[in-house]
């Protein structure tokens, strides 16, 4: 992988998330990992502005600005694109 | 001045060593640095993983005394015997896949200028980046009368193992009628709800088996994590079973005494058939023998970084490290480390620190179906983390209990999500 591809701001805002939001083992929570941009983001906002109601994703929600979340969600996407170049990638070795 | 450094390790490694550090390694030419991770908790092991994710060219090694990691989180479960101890255990083959080079050896000298940890077999090995993440210690003596020894008598199970079972073994053979007390200490501390996370299971346990009993806690504070909801589910759950008192009604333990089984406190002593002391707290002795603690016990960072602000070059995560606003939770050590392996390969790099947010969550129950929970965002403002208004906060109060039992089962997703993370 290249250095510099991990370390981007987009990077660092998504770190916390994934102690949650990860595997597939998970039984409950979701994983993020095959949500779009769009709907990612329009969650989001959502849970921020109280049109849906989760338990804790209201009051994360809250802690970041419209543009931080458009940039989370953004993130994410390319994060599950790069991992599916990967892992093509990796069949092809 | 990087490839001098790590020259300087391969040098004075041991030979038995050598083989295991040039299969984990990339090319010389290639190779960014040398990033020594001491302490296989939370906080050490994601950031290790975190670091070789983020540039597989960089050589990391990851320093820990024990082959075998007891997680604390949910282990308050296995003091009331609703979950099994092993369930708690995690061991570092997976790192190995990594091509991280574990070694499992105490550090005994850091040297901060030279660069250099020095492990108790003799060897020595430099760094380009040294990351500093102990845990904590417990301050023994701080509370008077507490010592090694004490704990025998009077556990404090506050680093899941032997001294969890033992406070298992003490409620599970008291006499029903019998008194449990807990002894909750100042601020900081590791798991700030722990302690009436533990209360809550206990006094689940003491009702459903030994209903004439009842569970004291004495608090050196007047105010503590999820505190409404605790008080809430407590009333609700378990009457007046658990009764709890603050600093204001004089409860902090000033004293205890092992061989009488008592505990002194501001205004009175009490004598107790279990007595459970959350101690006071330090940082990991490393920490210490890093030359990173303040005369607090604990490690000034900057918060963005989490790079020292006593030492050059290393960094301190977790625990140990006062992240000022952020608790000292599993889930904080872990966000934590994914930033630090961020600030440490930039750093690398030449590139400037990103300022960005963390999250904390954390779960406790308030029965072993039921559970509550507190998350904030941070921000490294005026290099302070500071959580962000008008944003976080604990769980609704009277949330009922469905929504209670959700949060329990998100608890336990949470506990294998990050574990698989960490060490999976």
Known sequence: ?93 | MQRRQLNWSLLTLSSGSLPLLQTGCASRSKRRGHVVVIGGGFAGTTCARQLKKLDNHLEVTLIEARPTYTACPLSNLVVVGQRQLKAQNFNYSRLKDDEILVIHDHVIGVDPQKQRVVLNNGQSLGYDRLVVAPGVDIAWNQLSGYDEKAAQIMPHAWKAGPQTLLLQQQIASMKDGGLVLISAPENPFRCPPGPYERASLIAHYLKRYKPKSKLIILDAKDNFSKKPLFLEAWQKHYGDLIEWQGLSSGARVTQVNAASKEVLTDFDTFKADVINIVPPQRAGKIAEIAGCTNASGWCPIGASTFASQIQDKVYVLGDAAIANAMPKSAFSANAQAKLCAIQIVRNLQELPPINTKLINTCYSYVTPTQAISVADIYTPKENIWQPVAHAGGISQPNAGDLLQQLEAKYALDWFKVTTQEVFG
């Not at chain 1, 083992?25 to 959502?46: F, G, Q, T, Y």
């Open chain 1, 1 to 93: 992988m290249d250095a510099s591809s991990g370390i981007s701001p987009g990077k660092a805002l998504i770190a916390a998330c994934s102690g949650c939001h990860h595997a597939s083992n998970a039984l409950h929570l979701p994983s993020l990992i095959n949500l779009s941009s769009d709907v990612m983001r329009e969650k989001l906002m959502a849970y921020k502005y109280d049109q849906i109601t989760g338990t804790l994703m209201n009051r994360i929600a809250k802690g970041y600005t419209d543009e931080e979340i458009a940039l989370i969600a953004l993130t994410y996407s390319m994060q599950h694109a790069t991992s599916l170049q990967n892992n093509s990638s990796n069949l092809n070795r």
